[in-house]
Structures are given as C-alpha cells and as structure tokens.
C-alpha cells in the first residue's frame, strides 16, 4: 500500500468533495478499494501504485474542472472517473503509433487525446484515408474526436479552414418557420459543434475564426452547390442524411479536402419513408479506397457509466 498526498491550494475543497461528500462517495464507489482522507485543502489517498495513479489523474482532472468552470456537478465526476478507468492501460502505456498521441492543446493546458480503441481507429484512418465514417452508438465521442482532429489540421495547416456540418431534420430542412435570423434558428441543432471548438480553442481566437469564416458551422441543405478546397469537413449526426443528401454532401469535396463523417445508424430521425443516406454509403462505399469505415462500440462510450447498461439492454431487447 502507499500514499499520495494532493493539495487544492487556493480551490475550496467543498466545490471537489460535494455537499455531504457527495463527490467522494462517487470516488469511493469506482475505486472501492481506496481508503480516502481528507483535512481542509489536503487530500490523501492509500491504494496500490496502479490506483494512485488512476486517483491522482482524476483528481487533478476534477481540480482543473472546478477552476476553470467554478463548479463540478456528481455526473461530471462520475465521467471523470469512468474515462480514467477505461484509459487505465493494462499493458504497456501506448505509443503515438497507434493514435493515441495528443491531437490537441486546448485552453487551460487541456489535452485532447483518442481516450478509447475507437477513437484511436479514427485517428489512424485518418491518416490514411480522405474521406473517414465513424459509425457507433451516443457517448462514443464520435464528434468530439472528429473536430479535434480538424482542429489540429488546421493549426497544423494543412487546411485552410474547418467546416461542420448538420442535417436539421426537427425543422424539416427549411427552419423557415423558427423565429429570429439564421444563426438564432440553427444554433440549437449545432450547439454540440460549439461545445467541443471551445474545449480546444479559447474563446477570443474561436470567435475571430468564425468572424473570417476560417471556421463554419452550417446545417446540411446550406451546402448545396458548394465547392470546398483546402478544407476539413465533418458531417455530424449523418443517420439523419438522407440518400440524396449524403451524396450531395460528399460531392463537395474540393482539392484538398479531407471529409469525416459521424453517425449512429440505429438512432434515425427521418421520416418513415425516407431511408438513411448513411446506412446506404455503409453498403455501397466500402472498398474504394481512401474512403475508410471505423465502427464504434458499447465499450467506447465515455459518459455517464449507466450508458453502456442502457445500450445493452436495448440491443437485447432487439435481438
């Protein structure tokens, strides 16, 4: 058994432990086997070497979340946790050969890596492929990984500029009907593009890109008649394409350009009687090659720990 010590410094550690320790009870329901103290900033912790370090990661992840938010929620905690676990190697730590290298440095010293076997597979495919579709089930980081490694392209430069893209199927396309100008109309279908640009960009430079259009956020039938050059492209949420327009999306691929597409193929919200471009590209696209297919499973999910539970209990239901 050993010790480590961690200190919060100037962080209130009730915003780490939780009301009534709540935050700790979530600790000690992943990591039963460690014996947890705590005394006003300090933290200590008894396990084996392979827990400590497990422990410490979280911790320090945990600090870095309360500072730069002011807040954790018990979910959130939970996540930490889950990710930490599932990252925890039990062979040798990887090597940046099998994609697991830091994509990218976002604000706060935060690092961007492929956490999971299938987002390493898309880190790799994308190296090797200029058109990539990252197929699997919600929590599975499909969209997070897929615009880290645009950003990454483009401070790399070896694109110009970032274009993310969504069908806004709830509106039927047109959002004619929503009240205020486009950007208000579209924001909610494009929020979770938002949220992972700010987990890797600050937030002036992110505005300033969007600004001079070097990042563009647009939902799907926007992009018809288009050309796009010298540009990473990410078609999110792809089950919802239909069979024309995941074709006409494609076909916008300019000199330069690399294009990666996410979806969940069992979570389709078209008509009944539109079939899903998606599963029809699964069956006729594979084989060309420089068009790769990663398929995504239950054991990638990073969310809330109950997300797998629920993803197995439904394919048993199916099945």
Same mark, same amino acid.
């Given at each position: 058994?050993?010790?480590?010590?961690?200190?919060?410094?100037?962080?209130?550690?009730? +915003?780490?432990?939780?009301?009534?320790?709540?935050?700790?009870?979530?600790?000690?329901?992943?990591?039963?086997?460690?014996?947890?103290?705590?005394?006003?900033?300090?933290?200590?912790?008894?396990?084996?070497?392979?827990?400590?370090?497990?422990?410490?990661?979280?911790?320090?992840k945990i600090i870095q979340e309360v500072e730069r938010h002011g807040h954790i929620s018990v979910q959130? !905690?939970?996540?930490?946790?889950?990710?930490?676990?599932?990252?925890?190697?039990?062979? $040798?730590?990887?090597?940046?050969?099998?994609?697991?290298?830091?994509?990218?440095?976002?604000?706060?010293?935060?690092?961007?890596?492929?956490?999971?076997?299938?987002?390493?597979?898309?880190?790799?495919?994308?190296?090797?492929?200029?058109?990539?579709?990252?197929?699997?089930?919600?929590?599975?980081?499909?969209?997070?990984?897929?615009?880290?490694? &645009?950003?990454?392209?483009?401070?790399?430069?070896?694109?110009?500029? @970032? !274009?993310?893209?969504? $069908?806004?199927?709830?509106?039927?396309?047109?959002?004619?009907?929503? $009240?205020?100008?486009?950007?208000?109309?579209?924001?909610?279908?494009?929020?979770?593009?938002?949220?992972?640009? /700010?987990?890797? @960009?600050?937030?002036?430079?992110?505005?300033?890109?969007?600004?001079?259009?070097?990042?563009?956020?647009?939902?799907?039938?926007?992009?018809? /008649?288009?050309?796009?050059?010298?540009?990473?492209?990410?078609?999110?949420?792809?089950?919802?394409?239909?069979?024309?327009?995941?074709?006409?999306?494609?076909?916008?691929?300019?000199?330069?350009?690399?294009?990666?597409?996410?979806?969940?193929?069992?979570?389709?919200? +078209? $008509?009944?009687?539109?079939?899903? /471009?998606?599963?029809?590209?699964?069956? @006729? +696209?594979?084989?060309?090659?420089?068009?790769?297919?990663?398929?995504?499973?239950?054991?990638? !999910?990073?969310?809330?720990?109950?997300?797998?539970? @629920?993803?197995? &209990?439904?394919?048993?239901?199916? &099945?």
């Open positions: 058994m050993k010790e480590i010590q961690i200190s919060l410094g100037e962080t209130d550690p009730l +915003l780490i432990l939780g009301p009534n320790n709540v935050n700790l009870n979530v600790l000690k329901e992943y990591f039963p086997e460690v014996r947890f103290m705590s005394r006003g900033s300090e933290f200590r912790m008894h396990a084996s070497e392979a827990l400590l370090n497990q422990l410490e990661s979280v911790m320090q959130r !905690v939970g996540e930490i946790a889950e990710q930490v676990k599932v990252d925890a190697p039990a062979t $040798p730590a990887a090597t940046p050969e099998d994609g697991s290298e830091v994509l990218v440095y976002g604000p706060n010293h935060l690092k961007v890596t492929a956490r999971t076997q299938g987002q390493k597979d898309m880190v790799l495919s994308a190296k090797e492929n200029d058109i990539v579709f990252c197929i699997g089930p919600a929590g599975t980081g499909k969209t997070y990984t897929a615009v880290a490694l &645009a950003v990454q392209a483009l401070k790399e430069k070896e694109v110009r500029r @970032i !274009v993310l893209v969504r $069908p806004a199927v709830e509106a039927g396309e047109s959002l004619g009907f929503l $009240p205020g100008d486009l950007k208000e109309k579209i924001d909610p279908y494009l929020r979770p593009l938002y949220d992972a640009l /700010g987990d890797m @960009i600050p937030a002036e430079k992110l505005n300033l890109y969007m600004e001079k259009n070097i990042i563009e956020i647009v939902p799907l039938a926007y992009m018809r /008649g288009r050309t796009l050059n010298q540009s990473f492209i990410i078609l999110d949420e792809a089950q919802n394409a239909t069979e024309a327009q995941l074709k006409m999306f494609l076909t916008r691929m300019g000199n330069g350009s690399r294009i990666m597409v996410t979806g969940d193929e069992t979570q389709t919200d +078209l $008509p009944k009687n539109q079939k899903s /471009g998606l599963v029809q590209a699964k069956q @006729i +696209l594979r084989g060309i090659k420089g068009i790769g297919f990663v398929q995504l499973q239950p054991s990638d !999910v990073l969310r809330h720990r109950l997300i797998r539970k @629920i993803l197995k &209990a439904y394919e048993e239901a199916e &099945a």
